[in-house]
C-alpha cells in the first residue's frame, strides 16, 4: 500500500526577474512502512519536496497524498500522523532534552504514563541518559540534534520526515541513531529521509531517490545506483603510476596524493602486476555510492574531487 | 485530536515556553518590568503626583501590549531560527492551541510585573474589587489583541533581522504614544479623536475608567467620551485582529 504519492509536483520559488523551479513535475511514490532516502545536492529540491509533503509548504501544480489525503485539501487529516525533523532545527534554549521528549509527546495528546514511559525508552535508546537534565544551551551541537531527533521518533508517528538527522554528530551518535530508525520502520512508521551521508543512505534506506535542479534521476536500491557505473572495482594507488597508466582502464581521479581508478573486475589482474612492476601501494575495494553519485548528477568524478 | 487535549496541548506550550524559561532565568522577569518602570519613574520625577496612577495603569497596559511584541520575536525565533513551529505544524496541534499557547507563555512572563504594578496601584490609588474585575477583563483583552497581532506580523518575515525594529515600531506605538502613561485630557480637546487611531486607547480609556480616574470632558462628538465606545473599540479591534491572525498569518508556508 501506498504512504505517499506525489502527481507532477512542482514548486517555484519566487525571485528577481523569473521564478525559480526548486520542483519539476516530480512523480514518486512510496510504499507503506519501507524506509526512503532523497539524495542531491544543496538546493536539488530535497527539502523543498519534504516541506510540500509534511504540509509546511504549498505546492504551485501538482498532488501530493499522504495515507490517501491529499496534503494541500485535507492538511488537518494527515498532520496526526506526521512528524518531521526540521531541516538545521535547534532544540529549545531552556528545556532539557527528557522535557523536550516528554512535552512533545503530552503536546501531541499522548497520556502522561505513556509520555514517561516513551521518553524513558528514548532517552536511553539515544544514548542522552548522562545529558537528560542538562538545560539545551548547555548542550553541544551533537546532543542538541540528538535531542531534536529523540523528540520526533518518539512520537511513533504513521510518517516520519527527517531531514538531515544526523547533521552534526560524531560516528557513534550517527549510529545509535540508526538503530533507532530502523526501530522506527520495524515498528510501522514509513520513513522519508535526507542525507548528504551517503553511507547513512546506503546503511539504512531500502530504496533511494537522487533528485537533481528538481527532477528525480534515479529511484531504485543503493546497490542498482552503483551498478550504473558499469564499473566494480575501486583501486587506489600511491606513488609509482601515473594518470596516462591508468586511464585506459576505465575513470581516473585525484584524491589528494593518490590516484583513484574506477574499473571492471577484469582489469584487476593487469593493474596489479603493473603496481608491482611500479612499486606502486595499491588498495582494492568496491566503488562507492559516492562515485556513483558523482557520476549520475553530472558532475564528473574529478569536478567533484 | 479533541478540543480537551488541544486545550491541554495549549497549556503544555505555556508551561515549557513560558514557565520553565522563567523558572530557570527569573532575570527574564525583571527585563519585562524594567521598561514600563523606567516610564513610570521618570513620569513620577518630571510630573505632578496627582498623575502618578495614571503612569502606573499606563505601565500595566505596556507590559500587556508588550506581551504582543514577546509573541511577535518568540513566534519568529522559534519559527525562523530555531525550525521549531514546523515540528506544531506537522503534528495534531491545531494553529489555534499553538497560538494560545504562545500567548499564554507571553502573559507567564508579563504576569509578575502586572502584579507588581498592580500592587502599587493599589496603594497609590486604592481600588474595590469590582475595579479589579474589570481590569482583569480590559487585560485580557488587550492581551489577545496583541498576541494575536503579533503572531500575525510573525508569519509574513524570513529574516530574524527584519522583524527586531517592526516589533518595536508597532507595539511601542501602540503603547508609548497613546494616552496610557498620561491622561487623554493632555491632549487638546479638538485632537483627541486622534488618539482612538490606536486601539490600545480605547484599553487606556477603559482602564482609566475602571479604576475611578477622572475622564476628560469636551470629547468631539461626545461619544468618544463615553466607556461603552471604549468597550466596544477594544472588543471590536481585538475580534479585528484575531480574525486577521486566523485568516492571514501564515501556518503553511505559500
Not at chain 1, 542525507?195 to 546497490?223: C, F, K, M, P
Request: hydrophobic residues 50%; neutral net charge; proline residues 6%.
Amino acid at each position: 500500500m501506498e504512504a505517499l504519492s506525489a502527481v507532477h509536483l512542482s514548486k517555484d520559488y519566487p525571485a528577481r526577474g523569473r521564478p525559480v523551479r526548486a520542483l519539476d513535475e516530480v512523480d514518486l511514490a512510496l510504499e507503506k512502512g519501507r524506509l526512503f532516502a532523497f539524495l542531491g545536492r544543496n538546493g536539488a529540491g530535497k527539502t523543498t519536496f519534504i516541506k510540500i509533503a509534511a504540509t509546511l509548504l504549498l505546492p504551485t501544480a501538482g498532488s501530493v497524498t499522504l495515507f490517501g489525503h491529499d496534503v494541500v485539501r485535507e492538511p488537518a487529516k494527515v498532520r496526526p500522523d506526521l512528524a518531521i525533523v526540521p531541516q538545521e532545527g535547534r532544540p529549545f534554549f531552556h528545556l532539557t532534552p527528557r522535557e523536550h521528549i516528554r512535552e512533545y509527546l503530552l503536546v501531541r495528546g499522548a497520556a502522561s504514563e505513556s509520555a514517561r514511559d516513551r521518553t524513558e525508552q528514548m532517552v536511553a535508546a539515544m544514548g542522552l541518559g548522562p545529558y537528560a537534565d542538562e538545560p539545551s544551551y548547555r548542550l553541544s551541537g551533537g546532543l542538541q540534534q540528538r535531542t531534536l531527533v529523540a523528540m520526533i521518533l518518539a512520537t511513533r508517528a504513521p510518517f516520519l520526515f527527517l531531514d538531515e538527522p544526523t547533521l552534526g554528530m560524531d560516528p557513534f551518535a550517527r549510529r545509535q541513531v540508526w538503530e533507532v530508525i530502523r526501530e522506527a520502520v520495524r515498528a510501522g512508521s514509513t520513513v522519508l529521509l535526507t542525507t548528504h551521508y551517503l553511507d547513512e543512505a546506503e546503511q539504512l534506506s531500502e530504496e533511494l531517490a537522487v533528485i537533481e535542479g528538481g527532477h528525480v534521476l534515479y529511484r531504485g536500491t543503493a546497490e542498482a545506483l552503483r551498478s550504473t557505473l558499469h564499473r566494480e572495482v575501486r583501486l587506489q594507488f600511491t606513488g609509482g603510476v601515473t594518470r596516462d597508466d591508468l586511464a585506459p582502464h576505465g575513470r581516473v581521479y585525484a584524491d589528494r596524493d593518490r590516484l583513484v581508478l574506477l574499473t571492471t573486475r577484469a582489469a584487476v589482474r593487469g593493474l596489479t602486476e603493473l603496481a608491482l612492476e611500479r612499486g606502486s601501494e595499491m588498495t582494492v575495494g568496491p566503488v562507492t555510492l559516492e562515485e556513483a553519485f558523482l557520476e549520475l548528477v553530472g558532475r564528473g568524478i574529478e569536478e567533484g574531487t | 485530536m479533541s478540543l480537551a487535549l488541544q486545550a491541554r496541548a495549549a497549556a503544555r506550550i505555556c508551561y515549557f515556553n513560558g514557565i520553565i524559561p522563567l523558572w530557570r532565568q527569573p532575570l527574564l522577569m525583571g527585563a519585562v518590568f524594567l521598561t514600563p518602570f523606567s516610564f513610570l519613574f521618570f513620569l513620577y520625577v518630571i510630573a505632578q503626583r496627582a498623575e502618578l496612577p495614571f503612569g502606573i495603569l499606563g505601565g500595566v497596559l505596556f507590559t500587556v501590549l508588550f506581551t504582543g511584541n514577546g509573541m511577535l520575536n518568540d513566534c519568529a525565533y522559534l519559527r525562523l531560527e530555531r525550525q521549531l513551529q514546523q515540528i506544531f505544524v506537522v503534528s495534531p496541534v491545531r494553529p489555534l492551541a499553538y497560538v494560545l499557547g504562545m500567548a499564554l507563555s507571553e502573559l507567564a512572563f508579563a504576569l509578575p510585573a502586572l502584579v507588581l504594578f498592580l500592587g502599587i496601584l493599589a496603594t497609590v490609588h486604592p481600588f474595590g474589587l469590582g475595579a479589579l474585575a474589570l481590569l482583569a477583563g480590559v487585560i485580557v483583552l488587550t492581551w489577545l489583541m496583541a498576541t494575536t497581532l503579533g503572531f500575525l506580523i510573525s508569519t509574513f518575515f524570513r529574516q530574524l533581522r527584519e522583524i527586531w525594529p517592526i516589533g518595536t515600531l508597532v507595539f511601542s506605538s501602540l503603547s508609548v504614544l497613546p494616552p496610557l502613561f498620561y491622561p487623554i485630557a493632555a491632549i487638546p480637546a479638538g485632537w483627541r479623536w486622534v488618539a482612538f487611531l490606536a486601539p490600545s486607547t480605547f484599553a487606556g480609556q477603559l482602564a482609566d475608567y475602571a479604576v475611578g480616574l477622572p475622564a476628560a470632558g469636551g470629547f468631539s462628538p461626545p461619544a468618544l467620551g463615553s466607556p461603552w465606545f471604549d468597550l466596544a473599540g477594544l472588543v471590536g479591534s481585538t475580534f479585528l485582529f484575531a480574525l486577521a491572525a486566523m485568516f492571514l498569518s501564515r501556518w503553511r508556508e505559500p
